[in-house]
Structure formats: structure tokens, C-alpha cells
């Protein structure tokens, strides 16, 4: 079994910053993909950015130029500077992962979530 644990979240103001990470354990030999989704409350959710194991990046269009995602070395590690934080941007944040479970198949996971709070 795979288990993905994010950590970071907090109370934040506007303006501010906060830094979330997520590590991967479990049976896994590999990963194709990880990133990072956000739910607010009564809402979808919501894909915000994702990073492939050779570093290519990719944001939604709401967090670019605010948010960079990252990978450890290990390549079992995320992570997701938020800066110039909005209150819009409060929402619970999922870790997630593709992970090839046979040569033509892929299973997506995902983290237990952790809550980002902006207000004054």
C-alpha cells in the first residue's frame, strides 16, 4: 500500500507565505507524477499544480507566478511554495501521486489533505 502525508498547512495573512510538503511511502517503485489538488468547502475540487520525476512543471492559471511546486531527490517528495498568499486561496490542499502499478497501468493516491487558512 502507498501513503502520502502532507504537512505545512496553517493560518496565514494575505500577503504571506507558507511552504507544504508531502512524502510518499509504502510499496512503491517508482512515480510518474505528483501534485497537488485544493477543496474549499461546497466546492470542486481543484487541480493546482503538478511535477513529473525529470521536473517538468505545470499550474493553474490562479496560482502561477505565486506558486512553485518541487520534488525531493529521492523523487518520493513534494512540495508546494505558496507566496502572496490570497484569501481565496483558503481551501483543504491534497498531496497526490501516479504511481504505475504494471507497465500499462497507472493508480493515482492521495494525501489525507491539510488546511490552508488566509485571513486577516
Known amino acids: 500500500q502507498v501513503q502520502l502525508v502532507e504537512n505545512g498547512g496553517g493560518l496565514v495573512q494575505p500577503g504571506g507565505s507558507l511552504r507544504l510538503s508531502c512524502a510518499a511511502s509504502?510499496?512503491?517503485?517508482?512515480?510518474?507524477?505528483m501534485g497537488w489538488y485544493r477543496q474549499a468547502p461546497g466546492k470542486q475540487r481543484e487541480w493546482v499544480a503538478d511535477?513529473?520525476?525529470?521536473?517538468?512543471?505545470n499550474y493553474a492559471d490562479s496560482v502561477k507566478s505565486r506558486f512553485t511546486i518541487s520534488m525531493g531527490n529521492a523523487k518520493n517528495t513534494v512540495y508546494l511554495q505558496m507566496d502572496s498568499l490570497k484569501p481565496e486561496d483558503t481551501a483543504v490542499y491534497y498531496c497526490?501521486?501516479?504511481?504505475?502499478?504494471?507497465?500499462?497501468?497507472?493508480?493515482?493516491?492521495w494525501g489525507q489533505g491539510t488546511q490552508v487558512t488566509v485571513s486577516s
Open positions: 497526490s501521486a501516479r504511481i504505475p502499478s504494471n507497465p500499462w497501468r497507472t493508480t493515482n493516491y
Open positions: 509504502g510499496s512503491i517503485f517508482s512515480i510518474n507524477v
Open positions: 511535477i513529473t520525476t525529470s521536473g517538468s512543471a
